[in-house]
């Protein structure tokens, strides 16, 4: 009797701490799964998947996946020898181009790829012309190397993903300081 009492004392305090837990935060949603295409991204597929890496690495609630066979990507890569540039279509979905011009005058090919990727992600260029903000593009000096965006980039993404903010389509071209 005395081992029943101990034992159904034991099964409550378990399902008790499980309720507990389970109702201590607010549930996780998963990352909204974002899937580009670097298949045409020719020299500069190692950067792309650089930069896909380095919001991935920051933001919570999204996440960018290389193209699974059989499933149409939400992002298209491209090189071309132009400037980069992003074309939205909405909050998630376009296209880019990793452009050589650029590359050539000395930027920073992971910079630009986590940039031209934030285009995709709902933000547009801050042309402050601070190495700290990802989003100044090419407004920052040729010699910075900063790659990741900075804290309110970071969360502006993450609201940006909460929920079903509209982003209305853009183009975004990577150009030299004036």
């Known amino acids: 009797m005395m081992f029943r009492r101990l034992a159904a004392a034991l099964v409550s305090a378990v ?17 909204r799964v974002l899937y580009y295409d670097a298949s045409q991204a020719q020299e500069f597929v190692a950067v792309v998947n650089q930069g896909a890496q380095i919001w991935n690495s920051r933001a919570t609630n999204v996440r960018l996946e290389p193209v ?26 376009g296209r880019w181009y990793m452009g050589r ?30 190495c700290a903000d990802l989003m100044s593009g090419s407004s920052a000096p040729v010699s910075c190397t900063n790659a990741y965006p900075n804290a309110q980039e970071t969360a502006q993404v993450n609201a940006n993903f909460r929920g079903a903010t509209a982003v209305p389509a853009r183009t975004f071209v990577w150009q030299p300081a004036a």
């Not at 701490?17 to 549930?27: D, F, K, Y």
């Not at 050539?104 to 990727?117: K, L, S, V």
């Open 15 to 31: 399902l008790l701490a499980g309720v507990q837990l389970a109702g201590a935060g607010p549930a996780m949603a998963a990352p």
């Open 101 to 130: 011009e650029a590359v050539n005058d000395g930027y920073y090919p992971p910079r630009i790829a986590a940039h031209e990727f934030g285009h995709l992600l709902g933000l547009p260029d801050r042309r402050t012309g601070l």
């Open 68 to 93: 699974p066979a059989g499933r149409t990507p939400n992002i298209r890569v491209y090189a071309d020898n132009g400037w980069p540039r992003a074309y939205t279509t909405s909050l998630g979905n």
